[in-house]
């Protein structure tokens, strides 16, 4: 009986194949009398071998044939209706099963860098810090000379640079942001400063252009205390409520004092573990009180205008997030790397 059902199954197949090929109306008649011919049609054949059939299993081949006929019929009836308008979707003509499930199209996600620095970005958003950007191609008084970082500082050598000409400088940091914002606005404002930076640097947790976001803060009365609980909070958000945070004295030629920021080991939770060395802490932000040459530079009196700044690296925060050990996973562009962020 198996038998019978797939022979009518090839038969539906070979039949729907032939429609789409049929060109015109004296196809289609060929077509018809090939299957539907009283004396010797396809489906004719077919009732006749119903009858050595088991009798039992009669009735329900007899609807199987049956339904095999009135497909046939309406295929035919239905070709003749689009040869007559002359139209076509032309799936029939390439032989496709419109009745078949679709393909669904594979959907696309944000990149992790992405996903990290949107949620940066609301984080301060949420504590009232507008957003704000500039060129990734910098002048060195932009870039360095109006931070401190006069011509031959040793602290140049911090931040490998990419020259273009001698004046001209694919920005290391965002800072430049910072300096573009004062000279065109009066304090008190607050702004970070998302974007893409660029060092002569290259291995596995450094690459040569890599995303920063950096803040600013000016006003009257900024002190290193605002500056610690904004941090606080900030870094509260972005790993957690139990996270803590530490402050070591460091040097940074645009902020005075400074400090390097660590977190509590976001992978072992402070017990210590390769991640973090075995010290329990991750560096994860510059930071400090700005220095009051930095105002001097961008024509704000230092005696009444007071803020901090701080900065940080997204492709850092994303590979501990997620525990990424290659920095140039996220610009390989491999699939199988990208849609485990989904
Ligand atoms: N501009 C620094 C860097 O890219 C980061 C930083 C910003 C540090 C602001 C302190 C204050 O290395």
């Given at each position: 009986?198996?038998?019978?059902?797939?022979?009518?199954?090839?038969?539906r197949?070979?039949?729907?194949?032939?429609?789409?090929?049929?060109?015109?109306?004296?196809?289609l008649?060929?077509l018809?009398?090939?299957?539907?011919?009283?004396?010797?049609?396809?489906?004719?054949?077919?009732?006749?071998?119903?009858?050595?059939?088991p009798?039992?299993?009669?009735?329900e081949?007899?609807?199987?044939?049956?339904?095999?006929?009135?497909?046939?019929?309406?295929?035919?009836?239905?070709?003749?209706?689009?040869?007559?308008?002359?139209?076509?979707?032309?799936?029939?003509?390439?032989g496709?099963?419109?009745?078949?499930?679709?393909?669904?199209?594979?959907?696309?996600?944000?990149?992790?860098?992405?996903?990290?620095?949107?949620?940066?970005?609301?984080?301060?958003?949420?504590?009232?810090?507008?957003?704000?950007?500039?060129?990734?191609?910098?002048?060195?008084?932009?870039?360095?000379?109006?931070?401190?970082?006069?011509?031959?500082?040793?602290?140049?050598?911090?931040?490998?640079?990419?020259?273009?000409?001698?004046?001209?400088?694919?920005r290391?940091?965002t800072?430049?942001?910072?300096?573009?914002?004062?000279?065109?606005?009066?304090?008190?404002?607050?702004?970070?400063?998302?974007g893409?930076?660029?060092?002569?640097?290259?291995?596995?947790?450094?690459?040569?252009m890599?995303?920063?976001?950096?803040?600013?803060?000016?006003?009257?009365?900024?002190?290193?205390?605002?500056?610690?609980?904004?941090?606080?909070?900030?870094?509260?958000?972005?790993?957690g409520?139990?996270?803590?945070?530490?402050?070591?004295?460091?040097?940074?030629p645009?902020?005075?004092?400074?400090?390097?920021?660590?977190?509590?080991?976001?992978?072992?939770?402070?017990?210590?573990?390769?991640?973090?060395?075995?010290?329990?802490?991750?560096?994860i932000?510059?930071?400090?009180?700005v220095?009051?040459?930095?105002?001097?530079?961008?024509g704000?009196?230092?005696?009444?205008?007071?803020?901090?700044a701080?900065?940080?690296?997204?492709?850092?925060v994303?590979?501990?997030?997620?525990?990424?050990?290659?920095?140039?996973?996220?610009?390989?562009?491999?699939?199988?790397f990208?849609?485990q962020?989904?």
């Amino acid at each position: 009986m198996s038998d019978l059902k797939a022979r009518i199954q090839g038969i539906r197949d070979a039949f729907n194949q032939a429609l789409g090929q049929v060109e015109g109306l004296k196809a289609l008649e060929e077509l018809r009398n090939q299957y539907l011919g009283r004396k010797r049609g396809i489906v004719k054949d077919l009732l006749n071998d119903l009858r050595s059939a088991p009798k039992e299993l009669r009735p329900e081949l007899g609807q199987v044939v049956n339904r095999l006929k009135q497909a046939v019929e309406s295929g035919l009836a239905e070709r003749l209706e689009e040869l007559k308008s002359g139209e076509s979707d032309g799936s029939s003509e390439r032989g496709i099963d419109i009745t078949l499930p679709g393909i669904a199209p594979e959907l696309g996600s944000l990149h992790p860098l992405n996903v990290v620095n949107r949620d940066l970005i609301r984080i301060f958003e949420r504590m009232g810090y507008e957003v704000a950007g500039a060129s990734e191609i910098e002048t060195d008084f932009y870039n360095f000379e109006a931070l401190g970082l006069t011509k031959d500082h040793p602290a140049r050598d911090m931040q490998d640079t990419f020259y273009i000409t001698d004046e001209v400088v694919l920005r290391t940091h965002t800072s430049n942001v910072q300096i573009h914002m004062m000279q065109n606005r009066k304090p008190p404002f607050k702004a970070i400063m998302p974007g893409r930076v660029y060092r002569k640097d290259a291995d596995i947790t450094h690459s040569p252009m890599f995303n920063q976001v950096e803040g600013l803060v000016v006003g009257e009365n900024i002190t290193f205390t605002d500056l610690k609980g904004t941090l606080e909070h900030f870094l509260k958000q972005l790993f957690g409520s139990d996270t803590k945070m530490r402050l070591r004295p460091s040097y940074f030629p645009f902020t005075e004092p400074s400090a390097e920021v660590d977190v509590t080991c976001i992978i072992c939770g402070g017990k210590g573990c390769r991640v973090c060395k075995n010290s329990g802490w991750l560096e994860i932000l510059g930071a400090g009180m700005v220095d009051p040459v930095v105002f001097e530079n961008v024509g704000y009196d230092p005696e009444t205008v007071s803020g901090f700044a701080f900065g940080l690296g997204v492709e850092r925060v994303a590979m501990l997030k997620h525990s990424i050990s290659d920095i140039r996973m996220f610009f390989d562009n491999d699939l199988r790397f990208l849609s485990q962020f989904n």
